[in-house]
């Protein structure tokens, strides 16, 4: 970027695109690191530096395809303004801070794009959405969740039966190390998935402004800094979250552990291949449900599934309401001191 051509406000607004992505590590952390900390196989402060570390080289493995539909494929480019973006991240980040509080995994990725549906509709209306990206997004709520609850049901079932002969002790043994190799995988397809939203917001920002050139693409730096952000954020924690997720819906040993993280991480390495920005919060819950519906129903604290369930339906809305009041507040102050 031409520091020297850009505007103090375009720099404010990477600044706020950064913070919302440190806070998006913060309040996932639990995604990435409640599995490997609730069946005791790390401790919270070694947990959060083995998922940080594969939150930031996440854009070794992955191509930028998220990226590109949250920048372009959310709300039409054309309508991209500083108010715009302002409203989207200021209803991101609050609806992240009010949810982090609560200690409710509610989605980032999901509070982002209600952010930029409820900014981007203030401004230009029901035309200036692009249906075929929020459909896509919309689908990912459904099928992540259950995609990993499905995978987790599979993964256990092979698991056990190959460990069927397997003493108790040599089993427990063989997956608390495998949870560390789960637990990267999950990690790196976190970093892989969200990091690339706050790309996309900053590079689609980059381009309003003229900063990239005719062709909307991703600049490595806007790469590096958001891998950077999403990594830091996840070495403060989310300890809150981290105790509904671990604990509070079901009761989690290694091998159940170490199917949950897989099965979410394989549904995550698919969405991001694809394009899609799913939820790792909603992948991993699914997830979680899966292995302890696969020990009976009853193994599963629904009332607490449903609570998060809930908060999944509004946080779409609530983060686009918020985003509209940001970006009208936005405008109110360009009329006023523009």
Same mark, same amino acid.
């Given at each position: 970027?031409?520091?020297?051509?850009?505007?103090?406000?375009?720099?404010?607004?990477?600044?706020?695109?950064?913070?919302?992505?440190?806070? %998006?590590?913060?309040?996932?952390?639990?995604?990435?690191?409640?599995?490997?900390?609730?069946?005791?196989?790390?401790?919270?402060?070694?947990?959060?530096?083995?998922?940080?570390?594969? %939150?930031?080289?996440?854009?070794?493995?992955?191509?930028?395809?998220?990226? %590109?539909?949250?920048?372009?494929?959310?709300?039409?480019?054309?309508?991209?303004?500083?108010?715009?973006?302002?409203?989207?991240? &200021?209803?991101?980040?609050?609806? %992240? @801070?009010?949810?982090?509080?609560?200690?409710?995994?509610?989605? +980032? +990725?999901?509070?982002?794009?209600? &952010?930029?549906?409820?900014?981007? @509709?203030?401004?230009?209306?029901?035309?200036?959405?692009?249906?075929?990206?929020?459909?896509?997004?919309?689908?990912?709520?459904?099928? +992540?969740?259950?995609?990993?609850?499905?995978?987790?049901?599979?993964?256990?079932?092979?698991?056990?039966?190959?460990?069927?002969?397997?003493?108790?002790?040599?089993?427990?043994?063989?997956?608390?190390?495998?949870?560390?190799?789960?637990?990267?995988?999950?990690?790196?397809?976190?970093?892989?998935?969200?990091?690339?939203?706050?790309?996309?917001?900053?590079?689609?920002?980059?381009?309003?402004?003229?900063?990239?050139?005719?062709?909307?693409?991703?600049?490595?730096?806007?790469?590096?800094?958001?891998?950077?952000?999403?990594?830091?954020?996840?070495?403060?924690?989310?300890?809150?979250?981290?105790?509904?997720?671990?604990?509070?819906?079901?009761?989690?040993?290694?091998?159940?552990?170490?199917?949950?993280?897989?099965?979410?991480? @394989?549904?995550?390495?698919?969405?991001?291949?694809?394009?899609?920005?799913?939820?790792?919060?909603?992948?991993?819950?699914?997830?979680?449900?899966?292995?302890?519906?696969?020990?009976?129903?009853?193994?599963?604290?629904?009332?607490?599934?449903?609570? @998060?369930?809930?908060?999944?339906?509004?946080?779409?809305?609530?983060? &686009?309401?918020?985003?509209?009041?940001?970006?009208?507040?936005?405008?109110?102050?360009?009329?006023?001191?523009?």
């Amino acid at each position: 970027m031409d520091l020297a051509g850009a505007s103090y406000l375009l720099i404010f607004l990477i600044f706020v695109a950064l913070a919302f992505d440190f806070l %998006n590590g913060l309040h996932d952390a639990a995604n990435s690191i409640a599995t490997i900390v609730s069946t005791r196989v790390l401790s919270p402060r070694w947990a959060v530096v083995w998922a940080a570390f594969f %939150n930031f080289i996440a854009f070794l493995f992955f191509g930028l395809h998220v990226a %590109n539909t949250v920048g372009k494929g959310i709300i039409s480019a054309d309508i991209i303004s500083d108010a715009v973006i302002f409203g989207a991240l &200021g209803g991101a980040i609050s609806w %992240n @801070i009010i949810t982090w509080l609560a200690g409710i995994p509610s989605s +980032s +990725s999901h509070a982002l794009i209600g &952010g930029l549906l409820g900014a981007g @509709i203030s401004k230009a209306g029901f035309e200036g959405v692009v249906w075929s990206g929020v459909l896509k997004t919309v689908a990912g709520i459904v099928v +992540s969740p259950a995609l990993g609850f499905g995978l987790a049901l599979i993964l256990v079932l092979i698991v056990s039966w190959a460990f069927v002969k397997a003493t108790p002790s040599i089993a427990d043994s063989a997956f608390r190390k495998l949870q560390f190799v789960s637990a990267a995988m999950f990690s790196l397809g976190h970093g892989g998935n969200d990091a690339q939203k706050t790309m996309g917001i900053i590079a689609v920002l980059l381009f309003s402004h003229g900063q990239l050139g005719p062709e909307f693409h991703v600049p490595f730096w806007v790469v590096i800094s958001c891998q950077a952000a999403l990594g830091l954020g996840t070495l403060f924690g989310g300890w809150r979250i981290v105790h509904t997720m671990g604990s509070k819906i079901t009761r989690l040993s290694p091998q159940q552990g170490f199917c949950a993280e897989t099965a979410g991480a @394989i549904t995550i390495f698919l969405a991001t291949h694809i394009g899609v920005p799913v939820s790792t919060t909603h992948t991993i819950t699914g997830a979680i449900v899966g292995v302890g519906a696969s020990r009976r129903v009853s193994a599963v604290r629904w009332n607490i599934a449903g609570r @998060i369930v809930w908060a999944w339906v509004i946080t779409m809305p609530a983060s &686009g309401l918020i985003a509209a009041a940001f970006y009208a507040m936005a405008r109110l102050a360009d009329r006023t001191f523009g």
